[in-house]
Antibody, heavy 115, light 109 residues
Framework: QVQLVQSGAEVKKPGASVKVSCKAS????????INWVRQAPGQGLEWMGW????????NYAQKLQGRVTMTTDTSTSTAYMELLSLRFDDTAVYFC????????WGQGTLVTVSS | QAVVTQEPSLTVSPGGTVTLTCVSS?????????PYWFQQKPGQAPTTLIY???YQHSWTPARFSGSLWGGKAALTLSGAQPEDEAEYYC?????????FGGGTKLTVL
C-alpha cells in the first residue's frame, strides 16, 4: 500500500533553516508529484507548493517564494522540503501528500521555531 | 491570490444531512478548480474524501458526496454518524497553485 513516512520533529532557532524528508513506498515514485502542506497550531491547512518527481518542476506558494525549496531523490524515493530564514510563525506541522487524483498523506513533521 | 471561504462551523444531528460549501473570491467555482475535500480529526493527518469535484476513493463512505452548486463546491453528508465529527477542508486549484479554505468544524449532535 502507499506509504509516505516523514522525518522526525525538529526544533530550530529563528533565522535557521530546516529540511523535512518524505520517503515514499508502495508505488512508482516518479509517477506522482508531491505536495507540501503545513498547519500552524490550532490553524487550518496551508498549501506550500508542489514538485514533480518526474522532472523536478516546482510550483511554490507566492507567500513562500524565495524561502522554500523542494527537491527529490529518485534513487531513494524521497522528497524534501527546505525552508530558510525560519520565523516564529513557521512553527507548524508540515505534511507531504502524494499528488494525483487521490492524495495520500504523510504523518506530519512538527517544526518548532523557538529562541 | 484568491481566497477560499468555508463556513467556520456547522452542526448536524445524527442521521441528518448537511451541506458544506466552498466559495472562491475570484468567482464561480468550476470543475476547472478541481475541488478537493479533506477530513481531519484532532491529532491526525488529513484524509482525502473527494477529489475532482465528485470522485470518491473506494474507502470513502458513500454518505459523503461532492458537487458544484450555485457557483460553489459542495460536500454533502447524508446520514451523519458520530465519527463524522471532524474538521473539513476544501482545496481549489488556480492554474496549478492550490489554495485551502479555512475549514469547517462539523459537530454531530
Amino acid at each position: 500500500q502507499v506509504q509516505l513516512v516523514q522525518s522526525g520533529a525538529e526544533v530550530k532557532k529563528p533565522g535557521a533553516s530546516v529540511k523535512v524528508s518524505c520517503k515514499a513506498s508502495g508505488y512508482i515514485f516518479t509517477s506522482y508529484g508531491i505536495n507540501w502542506v503545513r498547519q500552524a497550531p490550532g490553524q487550518g491547512l496551508e498549501w506550500m507548493g508542489w514538485i514533480s518527481t518526474y522532472n523536478d518542476d516546482t510550483n511554490y506558494a507566492q507567500k513562500l517564494q524565495g524561502r522554500v525549496t523542494m527537491t527529490t531523490d529518485t534513487s531513494t524515493s524521497t522528497a524534501y522540503m527546505e525552508l530558510l530564514s525560519l520565523r516564529f510563525d513557521d512553527t507548524a506541522v508540515y505534511f507531504c501528500a502524494r499528488d494525483g487524483s487521490y492524495w495520500d498523506w504523510g504523518q506530519g513533521t512538527l517544526v518548532t521555531v523557538s529562541s | 491570490q484568491a481566497v477560499v471561504t468555508q463556513e467556520p462551523s456547522l452542526t448536524v444531528s445524527p442521521g441528518g444531512t448537511v451541506t458544506l460549501t466552498c466559495v472562491s473570491s475570484s468567482g464561480a467555482v468550476t470543475s476547472g478548480h478541481s475541488p478537493y475535500w479533506f477530513q481531519q480529526k484532532p491529532g491526525q493527518a488529513p484524509t482525502t474524501l473527494i477529489y475532482d469535484t465528485s470522485y470518491q476513493h473506494s474507502w470513502t463512505p458513500a454518505r459523503f458526496s461532492g458537487s458544484l452548486w450555485g457557483g460553489k463546491a459542495a460536500l454533502t453528508l447524508s446520514g451523519a454518524q458520530p465519527e463524522d465529527e471532524a474538521e473539513y477542508y476544501c482545496c481549489l486549484s488556480y492554474s496549478g497553485a492550490r489554495v485551502f479554505g479555512g475549514g469547517t468544524k462539523l459537530t454531530v449532535l
